[in-house]
């Protein structure tokens, strides 16, 4: 398996714009989660779903965020109006439930 | 509020200098705890699990053990590619399969 695969890998928008970040988790894995990382505050899970349903979505910072997860093949995270400090590093995640997840190369947002 | 802390934040050794991390907790009906480690520009890297009080795991240079309070990551004889973020994640049975990570340790190890 080519593990988890995000896309993009590097994003830089302006302010204001909407962004699309995708993921595709390993195949046959039923949790997926969306972390945010910063310098200033670590690592930080936004969104956990399983079987394709959000379970857990009270890291989501504000209601510019939203999630989703169609299939089970396939999630995406948007960011709409983006701001500034919506900069960071996102990481999407894949795992069995309980056992280990397993992380993207990551999608670096710059917002500009 | 369940909390994790990670100590120390930053740690500098020298080659072969042994040393160890630790993850202490306060959380309710710790079901197991997760040990990831990450490298500059990339996605944290599964190291281990550890289910129970007692519990040890090896790899390489690297040891996990768990108590009922905290995890240390001991790391024997460090080499230059030991140097990582090294990140804990307690499970609980409320919050198991939900990976909330500490704010890690930055080991550099120098030759």
């Known amino acids: 398996d080519a593990g988890v695969i995000q896309s993009p890998r590097h994003e830089v928008t302006e302010m204001g714009q909407e962004v699309t970040l995708r993921c595709k988790p390993i195949s046959g894995h039923n949790s997926l989660f969306w972390y945010r990382q910063t310098m200033m505050r670590g690592l930080e899970l936004l969104i956990y779903f399983n079987n394709n349903v959000p379970i857990d979505d009270s890291g989501m910072p504000e209601d510019r965020f939203s999630a989703k997860m169609p299939n089970a093949s396939f999630s995406t995270l948007k960011i709409q109006p983006s701001e500034p400090r919506d900069s960071a590093v996102y990481f999407c995640a894949s795992s069995l439930t309980g056992r280990e997840a397993f992380f993207g190369q990551g999608t670096r947002l710059t917002v500009v | 509020e369940d909390q994790v802390t990670q100590s120390p934040e930053a740690l500098r050794l020298q080659e072969g200098e042994s040393s160890s991390l630790n993850c202490s907790y306060t959380v309710s009906g710790l079901r197991g705890l997760f040990w990831y480690r990450q490298d500059p520009g990339k996605g944290p890297e599964f190291l281990f699990t550890?289910?129970?009080a007692g519990e040890e795991k090896e790899k390489e240079r690297l040891k996990a053990t768990l108590t009922k309070k905290e995890s240390f990551l001991h790391i024997t004889a460090p080499k230059p590619e030991d140097s990582a973020t090294y990140l804990c994640?307690?499970?609980?049975?409320?919050?198991?399969?939900?990976?909330?990570f500490g704010a890690g340790t930055q080991v550099v190890v120098t030759p």
């Open positions: 550890l289910y129970s």
């Open positions: 994640a307690p499970g609980t049975t409320d919050s198991w399969g939900k990976f909330q």
